[in-house]
């Protein structure tokens, strides 16, 4: 054997050995990425930053480890804007090469990056946003939802409305998908008069028109769904106008992320939610525990279901020991995954949605001076959403 075939050969066993031990190197490296999508910035960061940390908090009880996979989490900021977030999204599937993507807040957003998202190989879970066409029509292999769909957080309202026997109500929502997704949910579950329905632009801050005609229109309630610094003025604004006297319904309006600048103007008002604080299982107590030992602020709707999402991902990478190139597998698993969720009844639907309990909800202010919803009653049990037969995946 000449000098040079020695040489080759040994050049090439070499090789191999470093490439067998890159391997197995790779192989004790394993972890899963995770992105998160979040609006952390403007006036409803507060959303998104209640999801941020409830995700987070999640993973530093998991160890940071799903399904005993060594986490990497990468978080963006949205902004609220549909092109920052399919921007964002983007970023986080095609450099980071994640294998999750976690969010957003707002549907806009949610219908912009679901095909960017799902169509790389990533999964998407939404821990909001949950359009009715994204439930039904649209239904996507490699989207997930742990929230609800948009409607069934507003028929709570809409059934207790009808259980009350009010006859009219003035209706109040933004001008985007979710807010026709709120007003349709609301009048799934009430037979009564809509007197008015209101669209008022996404961010309005001054809402005196709406409730100059409110005022005169003299309906039996009223429902809004204002979410973020919306909310914030509407409630201080419908109180000023003296109008606290009209019963005051509603969902992502009065919640654990606008009471803290409410406060007294929110007192008594009523929401529709798949969550309260006060829940009296010890699931909900032990995460209300430590949410708010950690954060210092009482977890709202937004926490939980960014929670579970966490929760969600460790169950099945556990079912999957870990595997995340078996994509069918791993489809398979999270819709089968089994844990214990803060809120109450759970589980996952033939279009990814949530089957759960959804329940009325009061304003108070706690023996600790802090304000919060508060459970008053079930009113949907073990709850499918109305778009689910309409899904063919």
């Known amino acids: 054997m000449s000098k040079m075939t020695k040489l080759a050969l040994a050049l090439l066993t070499a090789t191999a050995l470093t490439g067998a031990a890159h391997a197995q190197d790779k192989a004790q490296d394993k972890k899963v990425k995770i992105g998160l999508i979040y609006t952390l910035s403007g006036p409803s960061a507060l959303l998104g930053e209640q999801s941020r940390d409830a995700f987070l908090l999640a993973a530093e009880k998991l160890g940071n480890k799903f399904g005993g996979l060594d986490a990497e989490i990468i978080i963006q900021d949205d902004e609220q804007k549909p092109d920052i977030g399919v921007s964002k999204a983007q970023q986080l599937v095609e450099r980071d090469q994640v294998d999750f993507v976690v969010g957003p807040i707002f549907s806009n957003v949610l219908n912009a990056i679901v095909k960017p998202v799902t169509g790389s190989g990533a999964f998407l879970i939404s821990t909001n946003a949950g359009t009715s066409n994204l439930a039904g029509k649209d239904c996507n292999a490699n989207l997930f939802v742990t929230s609800y769909q948009n409607d069934q957080m507003h028929e709570v309202s809409g059934k207790y409305a009808e259980t009350q026997g009010y006859k009219r109500v003035v209706l109040i929502a933004p001008n985007y998908q979710a807010g026709k997704d709120a007003l349709a949910g609301f009048k799934h579950s009430y037979t009564g008069e809509a007197a008015q329905e209101l669209y008022v632009p996404l961010g309005q801050l001054d809402f005196s028109a709406e409730l100059a005609q409110i005022a005169a229109d003299a309906p039996d309630a009223v429902y809004a769904f204002l979410p973020g ?20 319904l509603s969902a992502f309006t009065v919640d654990e992320t606008t009471l803290p600048a409410q406060q007294d103007a929110a007192l008594g008002f009523m929401a529709g939610s798949n969550w309260a604080p006060d829940l009296d299982t010890p699931e909900a107590k032990a995460f209300t525990t430590a949410y708010e030992a950690k954060y210092k602020r009482v977890p709202a709707t937004y926490a939980v279901q960014a929670y579970d999402a966490a929760m969600l991902i460790d169950a099945a990478l556990k079912k999957t020991g870990g595997n995340l190139q078996d994509k069918d597998a791993l489809r398979e698993a999270m819709k089968t995954a089994e844990f214990t969720s803060p809120r109450g009844q759970f589980a996952l639907g033939d279009n990814h949605f949530p089957i759960q309990d959804f329940y009325l909800t009061k304003v108070v202010k706690r023996a600790d001076g802090q304000f919060a919803t508060s459970y008053v009653e079930t009113i949907f049990d073990d709850y499918k959403d109305n778009y689910a037969s309409e899904c063919k995946m």
């Open 229 to 248: 610094g919306m909310g914030v003025n509407f409630v201080k604004q419908y109180r000023q106008a003296g109008l606290e006297g009209t019963p005051f």
